[in-house]
């Protein structure tokens, strides 16, 4: 599952880009002064600081281009002859390499590590919705409020610009998320590693003791994906309704019996 990106991370991606692409140049510019005072490793080291920096407000890749960035400052400002994309020693030209490899790896283990952080905080932000639905569901809240809850619940795992109810009999058909998380119909397209809903929305079966009480209608916002677990709990979230709604229906018919 691939994280969604933030505001937050689309700004350090931005950061990142900049250190990349600035960052080894100003460094390797800045280390002229002491490369007669330092062996050539130390040197390539300082840089390689840089290269990490990059990586870890970016990503892969801004970690990659800070290597090749760092390769080339390294070789340009620091090795014989000066100046130049040329290199008289072979010491110099293992250096260059060790930089550009371990600044390649290091983007990837960055972009791992973040990528394992946003799924744990995902998935604990799933298990939090389902479980602030499943609480009021229990304490017998009233069905309407049941009902905002879910759509403001689903509005925000999925990112969506509007989440709808609606009772059977219901408009026209769209789309349609299904149990296991697939989505039947409409077209789909490819956001990052996730597929974006149908733009002209996707409708969610609302169950309950195998009846059907309505659909929530999802409305997604454009360049948003939707990763399988998050329509997964999506289902587990009208789930939640269903129930809610059969147990409203079933008090109403023994009201009704008693009455009678």
Request: glycine share 10%.
């Amino acid at each position: 599952m691939a994280p969604r990106v933030t505001s937050i991370e689309r700004q350090a991606s931005v950061a990142g880009w900049a250190i990349a692409v600035f960052g080894p140049i100003a460094v390797g510019a800045l280390l002229v002064s002491m490369r007669d005072e330092l062996v050539s490793t130390n040197l390539a080291l300082i840089l390689v600081v840089v290269v990490v920096l990059a990586a870890v407000a970016g990503g892969r890749g801004p970690g990659a281009v800070a290597a090749v960035t760092a390769a080339v400052s390294y070789d340009f400002f620091l090795t014989r002859p000066y100046l130049s994309l040329s290199i008289d020693s072979a010491d110099d030209v293992e250096t260059t390499l060790i930089l550009l490899a371990i600044g390649l790896i290091v983007g990837q283990l960055v972009t791992v590590a973040r990528r394992s952080r946003s799924a744990a905080n995902r998935g604990a932000d799933e298990v939090t919705r389902l479980h602030r639905v499943a609480e009021l569901a229990a304490a017998g809240t009233a069905v309407d409020d049941l009902v905002d809850t879910v759509e403001s619940e689903l509005t925000a795992l999925l990112e969506l610009d509007a989440c709808t109810f609606e009772l059977a009999p219901h408009g026209a058909p769209l789309p349609r998320l299904e149990r296991g998380g697939a989505v039947v119909g409409g077209s789909r397209r490819l956001v990052g590693d996730e597929f974006a809903l149908p733009a002209e929305g996707v409708e969610l079966p609302v169950l309950g003791r195998g009846r059907q009480y309505g659909r929530l209608v999802l409305e997604p916002r454009p360049g948003v994906g939707a990763s399988l677990e998050e329509r997964i709990v999506a289902v587990a979230l009208s789930d939640q309704l269903g129930a809610a709604l059969a147990a409203e229906a079933d008090v109403v018919v023994d009201g009704n019996e008693k009455e009678q």
